[in-house]
């Protein structure tokens, strides 16, 4: 019998030719209950939390991150996240798809590879200084009241840039990047790119170089730079986060994720899956899905 499949998350089918949505936390928990908030599900678009008031735990890509007042988290397509401790907490949930970001916007294109959904880069949780929060209050309030008049194109249009807005004055309040760690940071995301195109055929470094067309002086330097990992233990982190996606997203087993990620003999996926996570692939499973 096939494992239970882990929910997915799409988004409205009413609301896809728009792809965007926002509405406070407190209707949402209405709508909801904690059983179907609590498992883990894979979100199929993407996501913006704005803690008003309160605190809790959120759950994202099999990793728990903390938030307060002032704290907004950004939860990725495909990534696996869910609602833990989250009652008392007050705010917004932004909701949007891609096409609605991308429309004429190109510098917005790849966002899984740009800010803020690139978390090799960055991390899915920052929180707003006291001096800015009201700031950032307003702006998602005018966007939940722009929200309410989205039957026009030109709506439509505010929105989507009221949303680059906001992505954009939180990623101001990062330190500014060096012109040279811009470069690096492109050699950086080239190498995500490349790992996502051929991560499952190939986990020697030596093909990576290659096809970046870099020394691996300068891919070690890069990787250790913004990760503070070696070139070998960042490539078995990526493959080990798909292992888990695809454990918890699909109804394969064991057997059929091993072959899908590009391991010939299931127990050598297994043998891999356990040194990086101290759990055997099942185990792992039947954890997930349960929760």
């Known amino acids: 019998m096939k494992n239970k499949e882990l929910p997915k998350l799409l988004f409205k089918e009413d609301l896809e030719l728009i792809g965007f949505e926002i ?12 059983a179907f908030l609590t498992p883990p599900k894979v979100l199929k678009f993407y996501e913006i939390l704005f803690i008003e008031e309160g605190e809790g735990v959120h759950y994202i890509d099999f ?37 609605f970001l991308y429309k004429n916007q190109l510098q917005f294109n790849e966002l899984t590879y740009s800010y803020p959904y690139n978390t090799a880069l960055y991390s899915p949780i920052t929180t ?32 989507q840039t009221l949303l680059r ?24 995301i080239a190498f995500q790119k490349a790992l996502d195109q051929h991560i499952f055929h190939t986990r020697n470094a030596i093909d990576y170089i290659q096809m970046l067309g870099c020394s691996s002086h300068q891919l070690t330097k890069v990787v250790k730079r913004f990760t503070n990992k070696s070139v070998k233990v960042f490539i078995d982190s990526i ?26 003999e299931t127990t050598n996926f297994i043998k891999f899956f356990k040194k990086h996570t101290n759990q055997t692939p099942s185990q792992f499973k039947r954890i997930i899905t349960k929760q």
């Open 23 to 34: 509405l406070t936390m407190k209707g949402f928990y209405e709508k909801y209950n904690s």
């Open 63 to 99: 990793e728990t991150y903390n938030f307060k007042k002032g704290s907004i988290l950004f939860v990725g397509k495909n990534q696996v996240h869910s609602w833990q401790k989250h009652r008392s907490s007050e705010g917004y949930i932004i909701l949007f798809t891609e096409n």
């Open 128 to 159: 707003i200084s006291k001096k800015h929060y009201n700031t950032f209050l307003s702006l998602i309030e005018l966007i939940n009241e722009e929200y309410k008049n989205i039957t026009y194109q030109v709506q439509q249009e505010v929105l």
């Open 165 to 188: 807005t906001l992505i954009l004055k939180v990623k101001s309040k990062l330190q500014p990047v060096a012109p040279v760690e811009n470069e690096n940071k492109e050699l950086f």
């Open 239 to 264: 493959l080990i986060l798909h292992a888990k996606r695809l454990l918890a997203e699909n109804q394969n087993n064991v057997n059929e994720v091993s072959y899908l990620i590009g391991f010939n």
